[in-house]
């Protein structure tokens, strides 16, 4: 099964932002819901965003997300050297044979 | 607070079997589903499977089905994930992880167990 489609990597110097671009069809990403996680160096994935724009309590508003048609965004905003991480999106993917998770291949966020 | 410690994991042969174990803690485990998601070194994230909060429905990503099989026990808490046929490919770090909400997707994640292949 493929994923959806995320550019490998993105940059900004802190307080910058950055955004994070997640691509897929009408089986997943445009009739469902979009979800991003943070995964810092060697720790396991965190939630940042579900249902295609809410915050887990806990999560700065920093962190924004959207969705229109076969795309999403994830937005970082006032950046900080804690946000250096590796940031996937994911989503339900409609299928003949069932339904299946689909991951973004991941990007990885420097800060400059 | 919720709690997903996954055990199980250890260096395998190819074709032998493993059965790893997440057990759950700090919410109503009969009330969610339950995820495997697992990630290469190095690699990005792989979903292998999911459970249904009731234990009647299954899913499983393409490179497993046939192969691995996702189970749970609600008086013990834990998810299980049998796997059979054991692949170099398989080598990988296996999260467990809950739903959000009934149908949503991974909000909480276990800190993983790692699965070496290897001859």
């Given amino acids: ?112 | 607070q919720v709690r997903l410690v996954e055990s199980g994991g250890g260096v395998v042969q190819p074709g032998e079997s493993l059965r790893l174990s997440c057990a759950a803690s700090g919410f109503v485990f009969s009330d969610y589903g339950m995820h495997w998601v697992r990630q290469a070194p190095g690699k990005g994230l792989d979903w292998v499977a999911f459970i249904r909060y009731d234990g009647d429905s299954q899913y499983y990503g393409d490179s497993v089905r046939g192969r691995f099989t996702i189970s749970r026990d609600s008086s013990r808490t834990t998810v299980y994930l049998h796997m059979h046929s054991l692949r170099p490919e398989d080598t990988a770090i296996y999260f467990c992880a809950k739903e959000h909400a009934n149908g949503e997707l991974l909000d909480f994640w276990g800190q993983g167990t790692l699965v070496t292949v290897s001859s």
């Fill in chain 1, 1 to 112: 099964q493929s994923v959806l489609t995320q550019s490998p990597s993105a940059s900004g110097t802190p307080g910058q932002r950055v955004t994070i671009s997640c691509s897929g069809s009408s089986s997943n990403i445009e009739n469902n819901y979009v979800y991003w996680y943070q995964q810092l160096p060697g720790t396991a994935p965190k939630l940042l965003i579900y249902k295609n724009n809410q915050r887990p309590s806990g999560v700065p508003d920093r962190f924004s997300g959207s969705k229109s048609g076969t795309s999403a965004s994830l937005a970082i905003s006032g950046l900080r050297s804690e946000d250096e991480a590796d940031y996937y999106c994911a989503a339900w993917h409609d299928s003949l044979s069932g339904p299946y998770v689909m991951f973004g291949g991941g990007t990885k966020v420097t800060i400059l």
